[in-house]
């Protein structure tokens, strides 16, 4: 049975939420036994992430599609792979969703819930590192084989986490829950522009390679010469 609209919400904006809670929470739990090791911090935010990330696509794929994303969300609209009534309400309930987990995360930790990060993270180095991620997770959902979209994208963005200087937000929705969270895991306001502008940028050169890369669909009349062709040849 086919989900309608009410539960594709719901699920865009749970799933986005669950996604939230996921990166924050588990960066406050690094953060506090880590010791001040940084690194170890950021293995432990990442091996969460990434197992967190691959059972909420696998939970919310069939229903809504789990994009969780705003960037994966306007490409696909783009696509017809979403109808484009649906892309404002996806990003609402994406946005609303990353807000309420991040205040999910203050609540389990027994933080206040309203706040908001004073983490500068800024520069061309992290714009750039924003870009590549973004392109690299929309090239990898766009395409990966059917049925192994969410090991993939979980373990690209495990990657990301190590390989980009951003440590690979790679999401529009991402950065705006974490604009509230002061911790480990958070983003200044000031700093949130020039990260969705590399993201969106980065998903639309990741659409446009996923083009260049597809085959082209032969056309009608070449198609049919071809048909003709091979009716001839078997029957002499």
């Known amino acids: ?12 904006a749970l799933g986005t939420a669950l996604l ?16 001040g090791n940084v690194a170890v911090a950021l293995l432990a935010n990442t091996l969460a ?6 059972i909420l696509i696998e939970v919310f794929g069939p229903i809504s599609g789990a994009h969780f994303n705003p960037a994966v969300s306007l490409v696909m609209a783009a696509r017809g792979e979403l109808p484009k009534g649906l892309l404002a309400p996806y990003v609402v309930m994406q946005l609303l969703g990353a807000m309420l987990g991040a205040w999910l995360a203050h609540a389990m930790f027994d933080m206040s819930i309203l706040q908001f990060s004073t983490k500068l993270r800024t520069g ?16 990898v959902i766009l395409r990966a084989p059917a049925g192994r979209a969410s090991a993939m994208v979980a373990a690209y963005i495990g990657a990301a986490y190590w390989f980009t200087a951003s440590t690979s937000f790679a999401n529009p929705a991402a950065v705006f829950g974490r604009l509230f969270s002061d911790s480990f895991a ?20 990741a659409a446009g390679v996923h083009r260049l890369l597809s085959p082209k669909a032969a056309s009608p009349k070449v198609a049919g010469s071809a048909a003709r062709h091979l009716s001839k040849a078997r029957h002499g």
């Open 20 to 35: 939230l809670a996921v990166v924050i929470g588990s960066g406050l739990m690094a953060e506090r036994l880590s010791g």
């Open 124 to 139: 061309t180095g992290q714009w750039i590192a924003e870009g590549v991620a973004t392109f690299g997770l929309l090239l």
């Open 186 to 205: 958070g983003i200044a306001p000031a700093s949130a522009p020039g990260f969705v502008a590399a993201q969106l940028i980065g998903a639309g050169l």
């Open 49 to 54: 992430t990434v197992g967190g990330l691959y």
């Open 1 to 12: 049975m086919t989900a309608g609209t009410p539960q594709k919400l719901l699920a865009e």
